[in-house]
């Protein structure tokens, strides 16, 4: 990492930081090979829930299905955050579309006309471009009957367009790239944490993604558009019914209707009028 480029200001993130049990304990790292698996290692060694690790760069960054993630020092935020649900397993992948909920909430505080929208299961888009990515892994050992959860979070905000690989400049952005102005990252990392904390504790209630479906339709970058989605068995093509309320997708295809649990959504073009 260079020298002149800026670390996170640890107190004007303290400041910022409402939330009571999530964003702390907080681990700061100048250069990691990946935040999840930093926290995945420490969930093993007993690491509370609600530790943040946060790295100026990542070397092995990595997306879904083990993709690299490019992560350019000094510029956005490479965060994993560690949660120990009392939820049955079954629900800990429901915490995709939390996180991208609370995600956005972050965002809309510091910017509140951002057009920003939401693609299942785990991504924020913005302007028909990926602003942000979000994995989550489990760590192998539960403790006693409660299931781990590392919830990683890429989010492009002050890199602009020639710090993208030539690959990623049609389809990625950042929010200086598509606001034209800087965003305070320490801000957003606190913000962050004080969303997802009420949403958790709902959710933790309710195990059910329920009473949170409603803002994801508001905003769901898959609605009234073609999108094809790509699994192990094959590709399907449809349109959007909606989801269950675990998270599943309910797609309308030209064979009926298929229950999607997981794979990669290939959005379409919007139609023009």
């Not at 990595?62 to 079954?90: D, I, M, Q, T």
């Not at 910017?111 to 989550?136: H, M, T």
Request: aromatic share 8%; with cysteine; charged share 20%.
């Amino acid at each position: 990492m260079s020298d002149s480029s800026p670390l996170l200001d640890q107190e004007l993130y303290f400041a910022h930081l409402q939330a009571s049990s999530l964003g702390l304990p907080l681990r700061l790292f100048p250069s990691l090979d990946s935040t999840n698996q930093y926290l995945l290692e420490q969930a093993d060694r007993g690491a509370p829930e609600g530790m943040l690790a946060v790295a100026e760069e990542q070397t092995a960054g990595r997306g879904r299905n083990r993709r690299l993630w490019h992560s350019p020092p000094g510029k956005n935020l490479y965060f994993s955050l560690l949660l120990w649900p009392k939820v049955p397993p079954v629900c800990l992948p429901q915490l995709a579309m939390l996180t991208a909920l609370a995600l956005r909430q972050a965002i809309l505080r510091q910017a509140p006309s951002v057009p920003l929208q939401l693609k299942w299961p785990n991504d924020l888009w913005l302007g028909e471009r990926k602003l942000s990515g979000i994995l989550c892994e489990c760590p192998p050992e539960p403790r006693g009957n409660t299931r781990g959860i590392v919830l990683g979070v890429g989010l492009n905000v002050n890199a602009q367009k020639e710090d993208f690989p030539p690959e990623l400049r049609e389809t990625a952005t950042s929010l200086l790239w598509h606001q034209g102005r800087p965003f305070s990252r320490e801000r957003l990392l606190a913000e962050f944490c004080n969303a997802l904390e009420p949403l958790y504790r709902q959710w933790c209630s309710a195990d059910s993604l329920a009473p949170f479906l409603p803002q994801w339709r508001e905003n769901d970058l898959l609605a009234r558009r073609p999108f094809a989605v790509e699994r192990p068995r094959g590709r399907v093509e449809g349109i959007l019914l909606g989801y269950t309320d675990q998270g599943l997708m309910l797609m309308k295809t030209p064979q009926g209707v298929e229950l999607i649990s997981a794979g990669d959504v290939h959005v379409r073009p919007l139609p023009h009028d």
